[in-house]
């Protein structure tokens, strides 16, 4: 518990401070409190809602690994998160186990949203109001979802940027981790000035057909 209070009040000692420092010192500072945040989410112990099932789901990729079924692999990335499915095997193949997928995933994560908190006003401001919700939850149990925030919050900075080819890059890398994240592409063809009206109005129905297409499992699930 000392350890999650630390990391909420280090970012407010930090808004509040009357001490300044140079710009260079600034930034050597973010980049370790980013990277202690990167350490402390990702080598997390049996935190979680969904602590077993990510190592059911590490053990069950190995097991395919180890019987040489690649094709099958594919098959379960396929329909499944691809892009998750596909880090747990690249870190089998480098013979490193769960918490190495949870750094990686970890990284990803503040990098996206600490991208983001440092593009506007009030950086400081802005991660605190993250660390209850996004990174003692969401980064802490929800593996996969969290790459996703990561990946959309990155997007998010990019857009303020104007970097619209970074933006659509970072949001394709959320979907191949997420599907859910297939909603974001509706606020990207929102915002585009390379698109007519028309074109938007027809993109935005196909994006939400296949929005409701990949969760009709789950709507199923909730009704029956």
Not at 61 to 70: D, L, M, Q, R, Y
Not at 108 to 126: D, E, K, M, T
Request: aromatic share 20%.
């Amino acid at each position: 518990m000392i350890v999650y209070w630390l990391m909420f009040l280090i970012p407010v000692i930090a808004l509040y401070s009357p001490i300044k420092v140079e710009a260079e010192l600034r930034r050597v500072l973010i980049l370790l409190l980013g990277l202690l945040f990167v350490i402390l989410i990702g080598f997390r112990h049996e935190v979680g809602g969904d602590w077993i099932p990510y190592i059911e789901i590490y053990n069950e990729i190995v097991k395919i690994a180890k019987s040489g079924s690649f094709d099958y692999l594919i098959f379960i990335a396929s329909n499944n998160d691809f892009g998750y499915v596909m880090l747990n095997y690249l870190m089998y193949l480098f013979e490193v186990d769960i918490y190495f997928v949870n750094l990686v995933c970890a990284l990803i994560f503040v990098y996206g949203v600490w991208r983001f908190a440092f593009c506007q006003s009030n950086p400081w401001l802005v991660l605190i109001i993250s660390i209850p919700f996004l990174t003692l939850i969401v980064a802490m149990g929800y593996t996969r979802q969290s790459v996703a925030v990561g990946f959309i919050f990155a997007a998010i900075a990019n857009l303020q940027k104007q970097k619209n080819v970074w933006f659509w890059i970072d949001i394709l890398l959320a979907i191949i981790f997420y599907k859910i994240a297939f909603i974001f592409l509706f606020f990207g063809v929102l915002q585009s000035n390379y698109i007519g009206k028309f074109a938007k109005i027809l993109l935005s129905l196909a994006i939400f057909t296949l929005i409701a297409y990949l969760m009709q499992s789950r709507l199923e699930f909730i009704y029956y």
